[in-house]
């Protein structure tokens, strides 16, 4: 296994590693709306939030040397289920390839964010 670390995304909050590469996958943990340059969560809209984790994970992604392209499955945590439509809207626009996802509401997310995304892709 090797750990993927990068600074153009945030830092882990807690005892995990932002990502690791495995048989040839790299599984990402849940990234959320920090902005990576001052640490701050700046944005307070779904959409706001939504294009920042997406601008999060990719970050990640690539410090791992694959990209959203080759995401194979997403798992995608909501504060709220009536931002889905919303969400799915600038999600379609960052996951082009469609991959496999669940999507669920959950009652509190970390730093009480409106959105998280984990994924798994091909290196």
Same mark, same amino acid.
């Given at each position: 296994?090797?750990?993927?670390?990068?600074?153009?995304?945030?830092?882990?909050?807690?005892?995990?590693?932002?990502?690791?590469?495995?048989?040839?996958?790299?599984?990402?943990?849940?990234?959320?709306?920090?902005?990576?340059?001052?640490?701050?969560?700046?944005?307070?809209?779904? $959409?706001?939030? @939504?294009?920042?984790?997406?601008?999060?994970?990719? +970050? *990640?992604?690539?410090?791992?040397?694959?990209? %959203?392209?080759?995401?194979?499955?997403?798992?995608?945590?909501?504060?709220?289920?009536?931002?889905?439509?919303?969400?799915?809207?600038?999600?379609? $626009?960052?996951? @082009?390839?469609?991959?496999?996802?669940?999507?669920? +509401? *959950?009652?509190?997310?970390?730093?009480?964010? %409106?959105?998280?995304?984990?994924?798994?892709?091909?290196?």
């Amino acid at each position: 296994m090797k750990v993927i670390s990068t600074q153009n995304a945030p830092s882990a909050i807690g005892p995990y590693s932002q990502a690791m590469i495995s048989g040839g996958m790299i599984y990402t943990s849940g990234q959320i709306a920090i902005n990576p340059s001052n640490g701050n969560i700046d944005a307070t809209t779904i $959409q706001e939030q @939504t294009h920042q984790v997406c601008k999060n994970v990719k +970050a *990640v992604l690539e410090a791992g040397g694959s990209s %959203l392209d080759k995401v194979v499955k997403t798992v995608c945590f909501l504060a709220d289920m009536g931002d889905f439509a919303v969400f799915n809207e600038i999600y379609a $626009q960052y996951f @082009t390839s469609k991959p496999v996802r669940s999507c669920v +509401a *959950v009652k509190t997310l970390p730093k009480n964010v %409106l959105v998280e995304i984990d994924t798994i892709a091909e290196v």
